[in-house]
């Protein structure tokens, strides 16, 4: 939704994290894989998987030392959608986007907040994908 708003640096920076979080419960499922070309597009780049020889500890702390404000949370909201795109949002996934959260220093309530939209917003799709198909 919001990512080419992010620098070029920092899209292969959030594809890596793309990765991270779809791994999280050790299932990368096909919605996920999906939603992941669909950044790719979004960005502007040829999907791939990037090179994944960082941890994720780091990789989390070298995308909080070189992004704004607005990146993180885009960053948070995006990961936020991949991981509840398969409709599956088990405690895994839920224990990373803490995980993420706390390494990017957005508060709970923020998380919380992005949540509740994003909710709104995959409603808000469904109807007008029900009406359009009526």
């Known amino acids: 939704m919001f990512l080419n708003y992010l620098t070029k ?18 299932v990368f499922s096909e919605e996920e894989k999906e939603t992941f070309d669909l950044y790719c597009r979004e960005m502007g780049l040829e999907t791939h998987i990037p090179d994944m020889s960082e941890n994720v500890d780091d990789l989390i702390a070298k995308i909080f ?9 885009i960053i948070a909201l995006e990961i936020l959608s991949l991981l509840k795109c398969d409709g599956v949002y088990d405690d895994d996934e839920k224990i990373f986007m803490d995980k993420l959260a706390k390494g990017l220093r957005i508060s709970d309530d923020k998380i919380l907040k992005l949540e509740y939209l994003l909710d709104k917003y995959i ?7 029900t009406e359009i198909e009526k």
């Open 65 to 73: 030392s070189s992004t704004r404000m607005d990146e993180k949370n």
């Open 123 to 129: 409603e808000i799709g469904k109807e007008l994908y």
């Open 9 to 26: 640096e920092n899209k292969e920076n959030f594809l890596k994290l793309c990765v991270c979080a779809a791994m999280a419960n050790e």
